[in-house]
């Protein structure tokens, strides 16, 4: 039953607790009589245990078994819900038993009887009549051990001088009979059993909440007989584990006895799941007799220790003694791989830190590769002691394997290769260090097989290569006599006893044969021996402690550019021994504005522009080397701007900035210019009616500048309030709303008595700005009706519009029967109607816009800003009976302002922009003009020049205008 069935039964038990207790409360001498009458032994509390007797209601859930079973009876009870003290009774287990046929038993009372089986009676405990019985954790995993036997032979007891449980006895088990254990915190189990099952595991040890339990194999057997072949492709297999702990907390000791794996594939003898403590101090533990068995197999960050006993990976074929990826300590005893065929170790290493070999015997068994230490996937191992043989193999023996991306340190220890084809240590791409361990090699010499791309370090006086760069160091010991090298084999000793020596010198080397070429050398700026046999077989050995003197040899091929005004900072670097000094040649010289020091530091500022030539020399006490170098110094960033205003420049509180059409340009410190991308702007979010202007930065060669943009933030969804004062009439409604866009969507007419004509609405009494639809209102004002006076005689009304003049012509054609042309001089292109006048077809009908300081903005139906651009725009305020045009060109800056006066463009064309109020301010001027005293000519032809100025020429009249485009006063 799953605990979360337990709490949900505890009620029935409570209520049946009164009805048990009634029976295990028995008169004392009942007890005292049955005793007698068998032997006259009075049995005490000590002659009884508890025994479960739960009368809650079973259901399903509380049984295993046959799955095809049809009812409880063909079922074994496993009820698991927490049984309250009302749940046991008292089991005599006392040496003194009634006879099977006794007259007392079979006339007393129904508690009595002897088992028919031969099993223990049960009768009440004379302590049972005093308390009721509470089982603890102990005892809950004695009576756990004990139902599981029911009588087999295994019997569980607690020590009542340790307070371990003590399992002993002998049994063989079916593969449905596996011993679940769950051990409470601070328990120990001291297994001196034999028990041999096919259940899968045979014992399994499952997670208990407590801490610092532990599972001993003190004496007696556990074996497998499974032989379930596991095809899957993971290692975490169970199925023919003798010991399976899936604990995290619990330890496994084994100080005696043995333990064996099955027969199926993957057998284990002790399999540890959790990351507990394995811990070997004596006994026999074997792998199975299948494929790929292991003695131990250590998941996880589980920790293995070996200080005696026996540890192998069985009869089968690749068979490991111990596999771990936590760590693995091996202080003594005897680790073997299998005596099957194919591929045997002794221990695989894998994902495994800090481990120690430090004494023990380790051996890869017998096979056809056999291997004492597998150093597999990234790991660090110590080796400080004990014995590493490589094996019995037949194909190859190799005392230790190291992989790809793992370490070896040999300090101590031998390291044994006894096959057919003997190595004592295969670096595949790791790295291993040497320092003085015996390492030999029984029937030959010994060697360290290394590939290419490893790195070994040897420490002392003799070293040995070979065919495939095998090499030794420490002390070595030949069974035999020492080898003739032939091929591309080699031998060099290394024979003296200094620790400097010149690069490219062979001092104290000798080699055989002749064609062995080996000098001293350096190689990530630690000395050694380069060695190279015919071409074919070469490499290069670290020795510590020993240092090689060269002349600096320059290693730097090439040096980054820099720039104007940032700071540049390089160092050049030499391979050879330290302290080299570094100089500038003759003839050549760095970038204005840098240096090179003596450590072959270059730096500094530079201040020009170009391309600098020139060598370097890196010396000391051996020698010297030089190599040509250059920098190139490119122009610096000195400022960018904003020469293309973005479409949109006006914006409600909310938006973000919108930089297309937006052109920056950079300019740099050779005076050349270019548009760039690559700028940020602030603020990048959403825009607030505090914001009136965008920075824009520009990073480039570590050098930051900015510009900034004028922008306009309108609060969003504002409307305001306009009155509408009749001015000498009367109008309905006395007030208008405009829009969230500041418009007004219609105008009323006001009424006036007399002869009155109603002139349209205006920003002053009189004078000031025609109001339309069009208008863009930024606040609460007053708008005012002007009137003209139409009975005849003089009279007075509110002007006539524009500058405040009279008349009746207002330069709008809404209310007239034919549209006016309102076309430059000379026209003959297309043309269109806007508000019932004609104008070219590229004029374009906008909104003008007012700002608070009196400055005009122009924006485009869709609410932007016309920005840094020349716009044809239709002028509704134009007077066209005083001869202004309906429309005119006009020209607004980066920050999206009307200009007005001088402006000169792009090319070095010069415009005048009208500057004077008069409805027509800041249209573009043409023909002749009187500017402060002075005529100038201003292109009149729509010849794509119209209105730039006139310079040292004639007009089209025959005046002549200078190089200022002042007229010189004379006729032509």
């Given at each position: 039953?799953?605990?979360?069935?337990?709490?949900?039964?505890?009620?029935?038990?409570?209520?049946?607790?009164?009805?048990?207790?009634?029976?295990?409360?028995?008169?004392?001498?009942?007890?005292?009589?049955?005793?007698?009458?068998?032997?006259?032994?009075?049995?005490?509390?000590?002659?009884?245990?508890?025994?479960?007797?739960?009368?809650?209601?079973?259901?399903?859930?509380?049984?295993?078994?046959?799955?095809?079973?049809?009812?409880?009876?063909?079922?074994?009870?496993?009820?698991?819900?927490?049984?309250?003290?009302?749940?046991?009774?008292?089991?005599?287990?006392?040496?003194?038993?009634?006879?099977?046929?006794?007259?007392?038993?079979?006339?007393?009372?129904?508690?009595?009887?002897?088992?028919?089986?031969?099993?223990?009676?049960?009768?009440?405990?004379?302590?049972?009549?005093?308390?009721?019985?509470?089982?603890?954790?102990?005892?809950?995993?004695?009576?756990?051990?004990?139902?599981?036997?029911?009588?087999?032979?295994?019997?569980?007891?607690?020590?009542?001088?340790?307070?371990?449980?003590?399992?002993?006895?002998?049994?063989?088990?079916?593969?449905?009979?596996?011993?679940?254990?769950?051990?409470?915190?601070?328990?120990?189990?001291?297994?001196?059993?034999?028990?041999?099952?096919?259940?899968?595991?045979?014992?399994?040890?499952?997670?208990?909440?407590?801490?610092?339990?532990?599972?001993?194999?003190?004496?007696?057997?556990?074996?497998?007989?499974?032989?379930?072949?596991h095809t899957g492709s993971s290692y975490n297999t169970i199925d023919n584990a003798a010991i399976y702990n899936a604990a995290a907390n619990t330890s496994i000791l084994v100080s005696g006895g043995s333990i064996r794996g099955g027969g199926g594939d993957r057998s284990t003898g002790i399999y540890n799941f959790g990351e507990g403590l394995v811990s070997i101090q004596g006994g026999r533990i074997s792998g199975g007799t299948g494929t790929k068995n292991y003695g131990i197999f250590n998941s996880f960050s589980g920790i293995t220790e070996v200080s005696e006993g026996i540890v192998s990976g069985g009869g089968g074929e690749e068979s490991y003694g111990i596999q771990g990826s936590g760590e693995i300590r091996v202080s003594g005893g005897s680790i073997s791989g299998g005596t099957g065929s194919g591929e045997n170790v002794g221990i695989v290493f894998k994902n495994s830190t800090n481990s120690v070999i430090s004494g023990g015997n380790i051996s890869g068994g017998y096979g056809a590769n056999t291997c004492g230490i597998l150093n597999d996937s990234p790991n660090s191992l110590l080796v400080s002691g004990g014995t590493i043989d490589g094996g019995k193999g037949t194909s190859i023996s190799v005392g230790i394997v190291n992989e790809e991306n793992s370490s070896i340190t040999v300090k101590g220890g031998s390291i044994n290769a006894d096959g057919k084809k003997k190595v004592c240590i295969m670096n595949e791409g790791g790295t291993v260090v040497v320092s003085g361990s015996k390492i030999v090699n029984t029937g030959g010499y010994a060697m360290i097989d290394n590939s290419s791309s490893s790195g070994i370090q040897i420490g002392g006086s003799a070293v040995i290569f070979g065919k495939d760069l095998d090499s030794t160091g420490g002390a070595i010991k030949t069974a035999g006599t020492q080898p003739v090298p032939g091929g591309t084999a080699a031998i060099i000793t290394w024979a003296g006893d200094k620790t400097t020596y010149l690069k490219g010198s062979a001092a104290d080397l000798d080699v055989s044969p002749a064609a062995v070429k080996a000098e001293w050398s350096t190689q990530n700026g630690q000395g050694g021996v380069f060695y190279d046999v015919s071409g074919i077989n070469n490499g290069f050995i670290t020795l510590p402690g020993v240092t090689v003197k060269a002349a600096p040899a320059i290693i730097t091929e090439t040096l980054p550019d820099g720039t104007i005004g940032v700071a540049y900072s390089q160092t050049l670097a030499a391979d050879g021994s330290a302290g080299a000094t570094w100089s500038l040649e003759s003839g050549g010289s760095l970038p204005v504005g840098l240096s090179l020091d003596g450590s072959g530091k270059i730096s500094g500022i530079p201040t020009k522009e170009g391309t600098s030539h020139f060598t370097v020399r890196a010396s000391n006490d051996i020698g010297s080397d030089t190599k040509a170098m250059s920098i190139t110094i490119a122009a610096g960033l000195s400022s960018i701007a904003v020469t293309t205003g973005p479409a949109k420049t006006t914006y409600t509180a909310g938006q973000s900035f919108d930089s297309s059409g937006?052109?920056?340009?950079?300019?740099?410190?050779?005076?050349?210019?270019?548009?760039?991308?690559?700028?940020?702007?602030?603020?990048?979010?959403?825009?607030?009616?505090?914001?009136?202007?965008?920075?824009?930065?520009?990073?480039?060669?570590?050098?930051?500048?900015?510009?900034?943009?004028?922008?306009?933030?309108?609060?969003?969804?504002?409307?305001?309030?306009?009155?509408?004062?009749?001015?000498?009439?009367?109008?309905?409604?006395?007030?208008?709303?405009?829009?969230?866009?500041?418009?007004?969507?219609?105008?009323?007419?006001?009424?006036?008595?007399?002869?009155?004509?109603?002139?349209?609405?205006?920003?002053?009494?009189?004078?000031?700005?025609?109001?339309?639809?069009?208008?863009?209102?930024?606040?609460?004002?007053?708008?005012?009706?002007?009137?003209?006076?139409?009975?005849?005689?003089?009279?007075?009304?509110?002007?006539?519009?524009?500058?405040?003049?009279?008349?009746?012509?207002?330069?709008?054609?809404?209310?007239?029967?034919?549209?006016?042309?309102?076309?430059?001089?000379?026209?003959?292109?297309?043309?269109?109607?806007?508000?019932?006048?004609?104008?070219?077809?590229?004029?374009?009908?906008?909104?003008?816009?007012?700002?608070?300081?009196?400055?005009?903005?122009?924006?485009?139906?869709?609410?932007?800003?016309?920005?840094?651009?020349?716009?044809?725009?239709?002028?509704?305020?134009?007077?066209?009976?005083?001869?202004?045009?309906?429309?005119?060109?006009?020209?607004?800056?980066?920050?999206?302002?009307?200009?007005?006066?001088?402006?000169?463009?792009?090319?070095?064309?010069?415009?005048?922009?009208?500057?004077?109020?008069?409805?027509?301010?800041?249209?573009?001027?043409?023909?002749?003009?009187?500017?402060?005293g002075s005529y100038y000519y201003f292109n009149e032809e729509p010849d794509g020049t119209r209105g730039r100025l006139f310079r040292n020429t004639k007009a089209p009249d025959g005046r002549y205008v200078d190089e200022n485009g002042v007229w010189d006063g004379k006729e032509k």
């Open positions: 039953m799953k605990r979360s069935n337990k709490r949900q039964y505890a009620r029935i038990c409570s209520m049946a607790l009164s009805a048990v207790m009634l029976c295990v409360s028995i008169p004392m001498t009942a007890f005292t009589a049955h005793a007698e009458s068998d032997s006259n032994h009075v049995h005490d509390e000590s002659c009884y245990r508890k025994k479960l007797h739960c009368l809650h209601e079973h259901d399903d859930s509380c049984y295993e078994g046959d799955e095809t079973a049809t009812s409880s009876n063909m079922k074994k009870l496993v009820c698991d819900h927490e049984h309250g003290e009302g749940c046991y009774e008292a089991v005599l287990d006392c040496g003194y038993r009634q006879e099977e046929n006794s007259s007392e038993g079979a006339e007393g009372d129904g508690n009595a009887g002897a088992d028919k089986n031969g099993g223990l009676a049960s009768v009440a405990s004379p302590a049972a009549a005093a308390r009721a019985l509470t089982l603890t954790g102990v005892e809950r995993l004695v009576a756990d051990i004990n139902t599981w036997a029911a009588g087999n032979g295994i019997v569980a007891e607690v020590d009542e001088y340790s307070g371990d449980v003590i399992v002993t006895g002998k049994t063989t088990t079916e593969a449905s009979d596996k011993l679940e254990l769950e051990i409470p915190e601070n328990v120990t189990v001291e297994w001196r059993a034999v028990l041999t099952s096919s259940a899968e595991p045979v014992i399994g040890i499952v997670e208990e909440s407590g801490t610092d339990s532990v599972f001993s194999v003190t004496d007696g057997e556990i074996i497998s007989t499974s032989n379930k072949n937006m052109v920056v340009t950079a300019a740099y410190s050779d005076g050349s210019t270019r548009a760039v991308t690559g700028y940020t702007v602030t603020p990048s979010g959403a825009l607030t009616e505090a914001d009136s202007r965008v920075t824009v930065t520009y990073t480039e060669g570590g050098i930051a500048k900015t510009a900034t943009l004028a922008i306009t933030v309108k609060a969003a969804g504002t409307n305001h309030t306009i009155i509408y004062d009749a001015n000498g009439g009367s109008v309905i409604p006395a007030t208008g709303i405009t829009d969230t866009d500041g418009r007004l969507g219609s105008l009323p007419t006001p009424v006036r008595g007399g002869s009155y004509q109603f002139d349209g609405w205006f920003t002053a009494a009189s004078g000031g700005i025609k109001i339309t639809t069009t208008i863009v209102f930024t606040e609460n004002c007053t708008i005012y009706a002007h009137w003209t006076y139409i009975g005849g005689g003089s009279g007075s009304g509110g002007g006539s519009g524009g500058g405040g003049g009279s008349g009746s012509g207002h330069g709008f054609a809404g209310g007239n029967s034919s549209p006016k042309e309102s076309l430059p001089k000379n026209y003959t292109g297309g043309t269109k109607n806007i508000d019932g006048v004609i104008v070219p077809s590229y004029v374009e009908k906008v909104v003008w816009v007012m700002t608070d300081d009196g400055r005009w903005r122009l924006r485009r139906a869709d609410g932007s800003d016309y920005v840094n651009t020349w716009v044809a725009a239709y002028n509704p305020y134009a007077d066209l009976s005083a001869g202004q045009q309906a429309f005119d060109w006009f020209m607004f800056d980066v920050d999206g302002y009307m200009v007005t006066g001088w402006y000169t463009d792009s090319q070095g064309g010069s415009y005048y922009l009208n500057p004077v109020s008069d409805n027509t301010k800041g249209r573009m001027m043409t023909g002749w003009v009187l500017i402060d």
